[in-house]
């Protein structure tokens, strides 16, 4: 887990994206006496990118900055999940902002393929 998480906040900061925070949801548990596999959320983005979005639609700024859940299943075996940025069509008018998906899209992508090497 930790050697994952180093390699996504050292490519998010290597691709000019800003870092904005890192939720430990396993250690909130247990500090409420509560047991939790890691399970990290990593919150991250670039207003150059995602105001293009809420200037479309200001209601997708529910959905930014990006996020993305880094958890270890029982057998030690860590997993990325996210929401794709184009699923944010079915909830807002941005169906005119599809170049700004892509490449959110992309950014996604290029971090799950950090995570493989």
């Known amino acids: 887990m930790e050697e994952t998480l180093d390699k996504l906040q050292t490519a998010i900061q290597g691709m000019g994206i800003n870092l904005i925070a890192e939720v430990?949801?396993?250690?909130?548990?247990?500090?409420?006496?509560?047991?939790?596999?890691?399970?990290?959320?990593?919150?991250?983005?670039?207003?150059?990118?995602?105001?293009?979005?809420?200037?479309?639609?200001?209601?997708?700024?529910?959905?930014?900055?990006?996020?993305?859940l880094v958890?270890?299943?029982?057998?030690?075996q860590v997993y990325l999940s996210y929401r794709h940025p184009n699923e944010l069509k079915q909830d807002f008018k941005l169906r005119e902002q599809q170049a700004v998906l892509d490449k959110m899209g992309m950014v996604f992508e290029k971090l799950s393929e950090v995570v493989k090497e």
């Open 24 to 68: 430990d949801h396993a250690k909130a548990a247990a500090d409420k006496g509560l047991e939790l596999r890691p399970t990290h959320v990593l919150i991250f983005g670039n207003p150059l990118v995602g105001t293009n979005l809420m200037q479309a639609d200001q209601r997708s700024g529910l959905d930014l900055p990006l996020r993305l």
């Open 71 to 76: 958890w270890e299943d029982e057998n030690g």
